[in-house]
């Protein structure tokens, strides 16, 4: 069963024919699974081998090209007969390639000499070479991310799994802050945080981490993208918890942060700055406001405090952690509209701690709404 | 700290530095994060961004360009002169791309202009473009997959994380063998099952589960590649388990199919059928064998029963669950040698049910080894 309503894939596919008829498009090639899900919501783990979705623009329902052993996967609307399996014998091949398929199934379709748009990023040089070659005629057009940035503003529907998945980021979050203590491994929390993720609550459960939690305590914190290790936290460590909540592939971060013992000054004034500066954007900015416009906002609130940040201080997020759209950051004049979902991220990073906090947030036309109901605390246990 | 001693790290490269030369490259630009992490340890969950591994042939240690905030991560063996960050600035901006950052590096390295090998599958048609331009005097080679057929073959340290692994990937199976149960949902056997993977055991623990275990109940189980849902298991559910177990990076992996009930006879005869095969491989396959005969036997064996595997039965399994070098399939020549590892892999899917039988082995002169200590048996509860 896909998880929307056909109504809102076929409205979601009229969008996407509007912005590809706006290209002179024929057909698109989409590539970017996520992408697939959305127009689809096929949903398989199956992206490391070629698969495609072809929006036809003359055709209701698009079609989708995936590995034959994948195809009984029910998780896309579309009839059974728009889903084309190819033989397992393409994969690993020393010669045969998918995209050889793929393009016997264009010319029956009749888009093999048509101007078609691809996902060009989503092709490495090679491959792209393989796909032209297999439909010689077509004309190829890089559409770079037309289809992501449609998912920017999100419908009612996937604002609801949004807040179920802000619901369990708090949970996972809990998790994390009663787990840690002196002397426990990190691989131990980790496990405790994962078990919250996936089991989500009694009604709603959760979908897969994706982009897992990170429970390191300092000095290896002073590094955001670290994995846990099987040390045990010491006294004073400094724990920078990175999380999402997933919920049918939406997901809504979260990040605080956690000291065992006296947080040194420092860290004190840093979480001040920072707590302040979210405070500044959650009173403030409404649909209207320019991603720059918010990122000035926090810059300007921090750095009274004597913090500057360095990074850009949050993305699009929603069936991606980081989509490759809007980022709050100096130069992105996107303008906020409502129903757009951003992950406010603010993380600093010094020798041999780092300090995070991070909240999903809602645009509406009078505010911006977090999906995490946790108060903004640096965690001292 | 690095996983491995520097010793291990030096002759990693020298064995590259000697295929670099097989290809008269000066330098090899790797971008696979799995390869760079074999090279040198650096382990952070990064390659989201642009970074690269440049291994200078007249160097004894390679020179690692990360995104300026991950530069801390103490996880390389390299000296940290040899670590170079590229400001935040050029993270998702509108013109500037960490590559002309790179390039500037190349010609202060006296590269520019130099033969360099290149992992091409690991860039898009727009990404190495921009790296020709950031050194257009650079001759770039596609080396393919010259790393990644390196690691084909383990060390005894390599071996130990995957024998740990094994031990990790039982427990795992064990948490869904105890938890699957009629009326139980899925999520929350996935819940169990990812939490004993990451904790691991006492001795050692557990790293992220890469590609996680997805514990779907027929007629979901029709496809392989499904995750679980909210759904509750029910009487006669037939449920394919394929998880990992991970350590270090290194992953085992491992799965079994278990039945709510009374198997149905395909079913049973199935199993039989695959056991049979395992046996067989287990009990003749040793170094000098092809991956091809390898298949050939399986195929065999199964046929006897009456049952035809379509896609191959396994790949070589490492610091990546499918790794892009050798395959378990007809027209793959490559030689066994001692301490390769594979994943056997038997999967079945008909039209409302799945089976899976999968094990993780090292080769050596006399047999296979399977890091694995349960028996073969369809679980039925």
Same mark, same amino acid.
């Given at each position: 069963?896909?998880?929307?309503?056909?109504?809102?894939?076929?409205?979601?596919?009229?969008?996407?024919?509007?912005?590809?008829?706006?290209?002179?498009?024929?057909?698109?090639?989409?590539?970017?699974?996520?992408?697939?899900?959305?127009?689809?919501? #096929?949903? +398989?783990?199956?992206?490391?081998?070629?698969?495609?979705?072809?929006?036809?623009?003359?055709?209701?329902?698009?079609?989708?090209?995936?590995?034959?052993?994948?195809?009984?996967?029910?998780?896309?609307?579309?009839?059974?007969?728009?889903?084309?399996?190819?033989?397992?014998?393409?994969?690993?091949?020393?010669?045969?390639?998918?995209?050889?398929?793929?393009?016997?199934?264009?010319?029956?379709?009749?888009?093999?000499?048509?101007?078609?748009?691809?996902?060009?990023?989503?092709?490495?040089?090679?491959?792209?070479?393989?796909?032209?070659?297999?439909?010689?005629?077509?004309?190829?057009?890089?559409?770079?991310?037309?289809?992501?940035?449609?998912?920017?503003?999100? $419908?009612?529907?996937?604002?609801?799994?949004?807040?179920?998945?802000?619901?369990?980021?708090?949970?996972?979050?809990?998790?994390?802050?009663?787990?840690?203590?002196?002397?426990?491994?990190?691989?131990?929390?980790?496990?405790?945080?994962?078990?919250?993720?996936?089991?989500?609550?009694?009604?709603?459960?959760?979908?897969?981490?994706?982009?897992?939690?990170?429970?390191?305590?300092?000095?290896?914190?002073?590094?955001?993208?670290? $994995?846990?290790?099987?040390?045990?936290?010491?006294?004073?460590?400094?724990?920078?918890?990175?999380?999402?909540?997933?919920?049918?592939?939406?997901?809504?971060?979260?990040?605080?942060?956690?000291?065992? +013992?006296?947080?040194?000054?420092?860290?004190?004034?840093?979480?001040?700055?920072?707590?302040?500066?979210?405070?500044?954007?959650?009173?403030?900015?409404?649909?209207?406001?320019?991603?720059? /416009?918010?990122?000035?906002? #926090?810059?300007?609130?921090?750095?009274?405090?004597?913090?500057?940040?360095?990074?850009?201080?949050?993305?699009?997020?929603?069936?991606?952690?980081?989509?490759?759209?809007?980022?709050l950051r100096s130069g992105d004049t996107t303008?906020?509209?409502?129903?757009?979902?951003?992950?406010?991220?603010?993380?600093?990073?010094?020798?041999?701690?780092?300090?995070?906090? $991070?909240?999903a947030f809602r645009v509406t036309d009078r505010?911006?709404?977090?999906? $995490?109901?946790?108060?903004? /605390?640096?965690?001292?246990?």
């Open positions: 069963m896909p998880v929307f309503a056909r109504e809102e894939y076929l409205q979601r596919l009229q969008e996407t024919k509007r912005r590809m008829n706006a290209e002179g498009l024929d057909a698109l090639v989409v590539i970017d699974h996520s992408n697939i899900f959305y127009l689809t919501g #096929y949903d +398989g783990h199956s992206a490391y081998v070629p698969q495609a979705l072809v929006v036809i623009a003359q055709e209701e329902e698009p079609r989708l090209i995936l590995r034959e052993m994948d195809v009984p996967g029910d998780t896309a609307f579309i009839q059974p007969k728009h889903i084309h399996g190819y033989p397992e014998d393409y994969i690993a091949h020393p010669r045969a390639h998918p995209y050889d398929y793929f393009g016997d199934l264009f010319r029956q379709w009749g888009i093999a000499g048509k101007r078609l748009g691809v996902e060009l990023d989503w092709l490495t040089p090679n491959t792209h070479q393989r796909l032209q070659q297999a439909v010689p005629n077509a004309r190829f057009v890089d559409v770079g991310n037309l289809v992501t940035w449609q998912r920017l503003k999100k $419908s009612p529907a996937e604002l609801a799994y949004m807040s179920q998945a802000g619901v369990i980021a708090d949970l996972a979050m809990q998790a994390a802050y009663d787990n840690i203590a002196v002397g426990v491994r990190e691989c131990d929390v980790a496990a405790e945080i994962m078990a919250a993720q996936v089991r989500g609550t009694p009604e709603f459960g959760g979908d897969r981490p994706v982009t897992p939690a990170m429970p390191t305590g300092s000095p290896r914190s002073a590094a955001p993208h670290l $994995s846990w290790t099987d040390a045990r936290y010491e006294n004073n460590s400094v724990t920078n918890i990175e999380l999402g909540g997933f919920r049918k592939r939406y997901v809504a971060g979260l990040s605080r942060t956690l000291v065992l +013992g006296k947080p040194e000054d420092k860290l004190t004034r840093l979480h001040e700055a920072t707590r302040d500066a979210f405070e500044a954007v959650f009173a403030n900015v409404r649909a209207g406001w320019t991603c720059e /416009e918010v990122e000035a906002l #926090y810059r300007k609130t921090t750095r009274k405090h004597g913090f500057e940040k360095k990074s850009r201080v949050g993305y699009a997020m929603g069936i991606d952690w980081t989509e490759k759209t809007a980022s303008v906020l509209e409502p129903d757009m979902t951003f992950h406010l991220m603010a993380g600093m990073w010094y020798d041999d701690w780092g300090y995070v906090l $991070s909240e505010n911006i709404e977090s999906f $995490s109901k946790l108060s903004r /605390e640096l965690f001292v246990k």
